[in-house]
């Protein structure tokens, strides 16, 4: 999937994110003190996933994540028994911890926290609490009114991204294209950009998809996806 192929690997490979990306290097200046992070935005596909991979990476000095010592959760699909056993069982998990890297804490990667219900948002926030010690927690939200405020409070109050401009999702789209050696012009980036909602990661799949080939047929393909 060209998702995942051209997902940034580095801080300097993101687009659009000017001033989380100063405000990330700068958090990475202290790695002894990296604080849990709340990466929110309104508009999907704005890179908030990719950032927190990044920070993984360059934390743990490794190329490959998720692995033994990070891991994704999708809170969409986390029940009080998964935050109870898989996450609190990861976060404190000893054996066999930090043999490859220096960083003396694991990473605990949680997408789509406002899908928690609010019982459960106050049994992670105890969860972070007790674990901050040996695990750093890095959480995504869409919707961060449906994040309680005591979560927000122990993240810092969160960082907000903001949404992917037109300018920077053609030029990204263009790029790829010319590596894939497919042949694009501005009326499909333009709708490319219209129907992916400023979604740079379905952008990307539509390209993949309709990289000139049949522009009409990117509606069809969006509604599949939805």
Not at 78 to 106: N, P, Y
Request: with cysteine; hydrophobic share 35%.
């Amino acid at each position: 999937m060209w998702t995942e192929k051209y997902r940034p690997r580095t801080l300097k490979r993101v687009i659009g994110q000017d001033i989380v990306v100063e405000k990330i290097e700068k958090l990475l200046e202290k790695p002894n003190d990296f604080p849990h992070l709340l990466f929110h935005s309104r508009q999907a596909g704005t890179g908030k996933t990719s950032i927190a991979l990044i920070v993984a990476r360059t934390l743990l000095q490794t190329k490959r994540v998720p692995n033994a010592d990070c891991r994704i959760f999708n809170a969409s699909k986390m029940s009080i028994d998964v935050l109870r056993d898989e996450l609190d069982a990861f976060a404190r998990h000893q054996t066999g911890m930090f043999s490859d890297h220096k960083f003396k804490k694991r990473i605990a990667i949680l997408e789509e926290i406002d899908y928690l219900r609010k019982d459960n948002q106050g049994f992670l926030r105890r969860q972070i609490e007790e674990l901050e010690g040996n695990c750093i927690f890095i959480a995504t939200c869409n919707d961060i009114d449906k994040v309680s405020k005591p979560i927000i409070s122990r993240f810092g109050g969160g960082i907000r991204f903001s949404a992917i401009t037109k300018d920077a999702m053609k030029k990204k789209l263009s790029r790829i294209a010319k590596k894939e050696k497919l042949k694009v012009d501005d009326t499909l980036l333009e709708k490319i950009y219209t129907d992916s909602d400023g979604d740079m990661r379905l952008s990307v799949h539509l390209l993949q998809n309709h990289g000139g080939v049949d522009i009409q047929s990117i509606e069809d393909d969006k509604a599949d996806l939805w």
